[in-house]
T-cell receptor
Framework: NAGVTQTPKFQVLKTGQSMTLQCAQD?????MYWYRQDPGMGLRLIYY???????DKGEVPNGYNVSRLNKREFSLRLESAAPSQTSVYFC???????????????FGPGTRLTVT | KNEVEQSPQNLTAQEGEFITINCSYS?????LHWLQQHPGGGIVSLFM???GKKKHGRLIATINIQEKHSSLHITASHPRDSAVYIC?????????????FGKGTKLSVKP
């Protein structure tokens, strides 16, 4: 049971290049999230998916696209990377547990992205 | 003004000390989440609570909904507790995507 996995762990891109960050969870969770974390700021939501086939914008969606490929996988794409997208990216998931009203989020290990 | 404020921003303690980290928020919430971010970067969920108090090992989390305040306490602190502790609130009426995060409290426990 790996929990939430992310690839790659590190990436360096040149301005204008594109890439896709991959995320997968094996906890059968319905909801998945992409966050970015920048120095001196709290985690900020980029996009989330409440269930397979649905996605919604978060606080900072500009410059990103997402795909909820199936229940397990939720990818984040940068079509044309910019230096402002240099950050640490976290994927998370949450799901129903018997007797719980609110669902804890479980985080992946993060991807450290540098755009030069 | 940030909707979720944590204090202190940085905290240094000696091993064995009792530690308190505070979280205040300005919006109506359904629940509050305490997270721990290790020096290596990984983020782990500690508690999610909507009222009262929860305890897990040496960690205790309390919440006062009327005062819009939560505290995370660590008893008998240890150097392995050194981490960033993050408070996040689930806005009332919001979906699971509506977590609002504080900036974190960096704790360093010296042996």
């Amino acid at each position: 049971n790996a929990g939430v996995t992310q690839t790659p762990k590190f990436q360096v891109l040149k301005t204008g290049q594109s890439m896709t960050l991959q995320c997968a969870q094996d906890m059968n969770h319905n909801s998945m999230y992409w966050y970015r974390q920048d120095p001196g700021m709290g985690l900020r939501l980029i996009y989330y998916s409440a269930s397979e086939g649905t996605t919604d914008k978060g606080e900072v969606p500009n410059g990103y696209n997402v795909s909820r490929l199936n229940k397990r996988e939720f990818s984040l794409r940068l079509e044309s990377a910019a230096p402002s997208q240099t950050s640490v990216y976290f994927c998370a998931s949450s799901g129903e547990r018997r007797g719980r009203d609110f669902y804890e989020q479980y985080f992946g290990p993060g991807t450290r992205l540098t755009v030069t | 003004k940030n909707e979720v404020e944590q204090s202190p921003q940085n905290l240094t303690a000696q091993e064995g000390e009792f530690i308190t980290i505070n979280c205040s928020y300005s919006v109506g919430i359904s629940a509050l989440h305490w997270l721990q971010q290790h020096p290596g970067g990984g983020i782990v969920s500690l508690f999610m609570l909507s009222s009262g108090k929860k305890k897990h090992g040496r960690l205790i989390a309390t919440i006062n909904i009327q005062e819009k305040h939560s505290s995370l306490h660590i008893t008998a602190s240890h150097p392995r507790d050194s981490a960033v502790y993050i408070c996040a609130v689930l806005r009332y009426g919001g979906s699971q995507g509506n977590l609002i995060f504080g900036k974190g409290t960096k704790l360093s426990v010296k042996p």
